[in-house]
Each structure stands twice: as C-alpha cells, then as structure tokens.
C-alpha cells in the first residue's frame, strides 16, 4: 500500500524557515517525480514545486521561486521542502503527491506573529 | 499557465440523483486530467486520471469522460458519503493546475 506522510508543520514567524519532509513507502519512490501542493485555509489547491525522480529537474511556482527548495533523498524514500522568508500567505495545508496522483496526508504550516 | 475553469461551483442534490461536473482547459491538455475528491479535513484522492480510466478501489458510480479541453466527472447515483469538493486537474505541464473546486452537498 503506498503511503505518503508529510511532517514538520508547524507556527512560524514571518520571515522564518521551516523544512517539511514527506516519508514514501509502499512503491519504487526513485522512479517516480514529486511535487508540493498547497491549500490555503478555506482555498482551493496550489501546486508549489516539482521534482524529477533523479533529482535533476526542479520547478517552483512564481510565488515560492527564490525562497523555497524541493529536495529528495531516493536512499531514504524521502521528499523535502525547504522554506525560507516565510510570509503570511504561505500559511497553507502542505500536500506531497506523486506523479502517480498519490496523496499524502498534509502538514499544516502556519506564519503567523 | 494552463487555466482550468470548473462548474458549478456548488451543488444541492438529492440522494440517487445522478451528478455531472464540466471542467474546461484553457489549452489541449492531451487528456492528462485529474479528477479528485476532497472531504472536509481530508487530503484530496485521486478518482479518476487519465480523464476516464479509474483508480483501483473507486466505485464503478464515477466515470470521467471528455478530451481536448473539455471534460466531464459523473457520479451515476449519488450516496451521502460522496458528500464533498471535487477537482479537476491537469498534469500535462510539469506545473500542475486545478480548478476551484464544485462543492456537492446532499439536499
């Protein structure tokens, strides 16, 4: 069964860092790409960033370029996400999903003062 | 940025009644289409991708249909558990959209 479970949510201040971790099991995770999703409270979805199975291509949405960094580790069944300058419109649920359209369960980040 | 535009944005129906949701891209999307089910606090599940083939486990009552740029997600009788939002999404471009959700609620 394959499960994707997100960690490291959590109350920031603006202008501080987090790095959410997404735990794969359950299927080959170095032969599929990843991304981030995020959902804002009470919002639609909101692709954030992707990553090749490699580890080679990277894409971030215009909003997160420049302060955010997607990361894997295929040894560890491991995705990250590394988010810097938090600002109070990332407050958002944070999804990792495959490109098998597999869902994890979210972690929720919060920036607040 | 590949636009998708969803509708209704909101729905009351009755149980058994049959539900269709129209979903329309702003650019082909070569039937790389997503539909996914949200409950409240939950995350998003994948129903239907490829724009009709669906995901193991997914009852036979959802169906996906439509090509180009113009897509349908049908639920054939409608149960309290299908209670939820629903999405289309597209995953042609390696920047993944969605559209804003059709909210079902039972009458």
Not at chain 1, 37 to 53: D, F, H, N, T
Request: with cysteine; proline share 3%; aromatic share 10%.
């Amino acid at each position: 069964e394959v499960q994707l479970v997100e960690s490291g949510g959590g109350l920031v201040q603006p202008g501080g860092s987090l790095r959410l971790s997404c735990a794969a099991s359950g299927f080959t995770f170095g032969s599929y790409s990843m991304n981030w999703v995020r959902q804002a409270p009470g919002k639609g979805l909101e692709w954030v960033s992707y990553i090749s199975g490699g580890g080679v291509t990277i894409y971030y949405a215009d909003s997160v370029k420049g302060r955010f960094t997607i990361s894997r580790d295929n040894a560890k069944n491991s995705l990250y996400l590394q988010m810097n300058s938090l600002r109070d419109n990332d407050t958002a649920v944070y999804y990792c999903a495959s490109t098998n359209m597999d869902w994890g369960l979210g972690t929720l980040v919060t920036v607040s003062s | 940025d590949i636009q998708m535009t969803q509708s209704p944005a909101s729905l009351s129906v009755s149980v058994g009644d049959r539900v269709t949701i129209t979903c329309r891209a702003s650019q082909g999307i070569n039937n790389f289409l997503v539909w996914l089910q949200q409950k409240p606090g939950k995350a998003p599940k994948s129903l239907i991708y490829a724009a009709s083939t669906l995901q193991s486990g997914v009852p036979s009552k959802f169906s996906g249909s439509g090509s180009g740029t113009d897509f349908t997600l049908t639920i054939s009788s409608l149960q309290p558990e299908d209670s939820a939002t629903y999405y289309c999404q597209q995953y042609n471009s390696y920047q993944w959209t969605f559209g804003h959700g059709t909210k079902v609620e039972i009458k």
